[in-house]
């Protein structure tokens, strides 16, 4: 049986941040202008394996931007035939290709988180390192399927600092991605995003606007509601949506 993934991508600077330090893979797409909001659409079979991913940087005024790209353009050179190993792979990859790249250039700090999808002719594999987030929406149930990397520090009343992320020196910190894969049905719908959308808009508000009839329409309603509700960091949406192919 093969299935088709219908997609809508979304990127945006935020209401307050001056660059957009995110980036994103959306099948085969990456982001070129971080200055400019970016929306792209289409369709991919699950035979090809497509992949998507969200990248969300850190590390001061366009280092982060830097660590994104790195990011989505390592995942972008690969081919998941094998996605376990090889998201393992990128992971590891892309830490040493921005570890470098900062050592080269004297940069002290500078990073990126990551959340990827591939779908596969039967089953997905989600990996996901830092706090960027990959949910299923199933059956009208909305379920978070990555874990969030952070350091959980009670009572501070502040965003926990994340315990992961690419761009960590290896004698510093094992890199331990999150991987996992299951099973994918005819109509579940699979969102990943950047924190600029987990802290502005709730759990239950995402759920109510994915039941919309349409991708693009829901990620767009998913970028609206987070700019309405303040803004305040670059927000970055792939929403994928699962239909059993005809042929």
């Given at each position: ?83 376990s190993e090889e998201l393992a792979d990128f992971c590891f990859d892309a830490n040493a290709e ?150």
């Amino acid at each position: 049986m093969h299935y088709t993934i219908r997609y809508a991508c979304l990127s945006h600077v935020g209401n307050i941040r001056r660059i957009n330090q995110d980036n994103f893979l959306c099948n085969g797409m990456i982001l070129e202008n971080p200055g400019d909001p970016a929306a792209m659409a289409g369709t991919a079979a699950s035979t090809e394996d497509p992949a998507f991913g969200i990248f969300d940087g850190m590390g001061g005024e366009e280092c982060g931007e830097i660590a994104s790209r790195i990011a989505a353009e390592t995942a972008d050179s690969f081919v998941f035939s094998r996605p376990s190993e090889e998201l393992a792979d990128f992971c590891f990859d892309a830490n040493a290709e921005i570890c470098e790249f900062a050592d080269r250039n004297g940069i002290a700090s500078m990073g990126t988180t990551a959340a990827l999808i591939v779908f596969g002719r039967k089953r997905i594999t989600v990996c996901n390192i830092g706090d960027s987030r990959i949910y299923r929406f199933s059956k009208g149930e909305l379920t978070r399927i990555s874990v969030d990397h952070v350091v959980n520090v009670y009572g501070s009343g502040r965003k926990p600092p994340l315990s992961q992320n690419l761009g960590i020196p290896e004698e510093e910190m094992i890199l331990e991605p999150y991987l996992a894969e299951g099973k994918y049905s005819d109509k579940d719908r699979y969102l990943l995003c950047s924190d600029g959308l987990t802290d502005m808009v709730t759990e239950e508000e995402i759920a109510l606007i994915l039941q919309a009839a349409e991708v693009e329409r829901a990620a767009a309603g998913l970028l609206e509601r987070a700019l309405k509700n303040g803004g305040r960091d670059n927000i970055t949406i792939i929403l994928c949506s699962v239909h059993r192919a005809l042929f």
